[in-house]
């Protein structure tokens, strides 16, 4: 598999919704319920953070 081009990282990005804080993306897969099938990580490209499946 090829590495992705830093346009595709940036359309990743993009699609995925932005949170403050690690708490607030942790929080909002609370919500969700889905706590236990996502992880918060934060962007290199926005400096925000993102929920990833586990």
């Not at 995925?16 to 609370?30: E, F, H, V, W």
């Amino acid at each position: 598999m090829k590495k992705p081009t830093r346009d595709e990282h940036r359309h990743h990005c993009t699609a995925k919704r932005r949170y403050r804080s690690q708490g607030d993306a942790l929080d909002a897969a609370l919500l969700a319920g889905v706590e236990r099938k996502r992880q918060a990580y934060i962007c290199a490209l926005c400096g925000r953070w993102h929920l990833t499946s586990v």
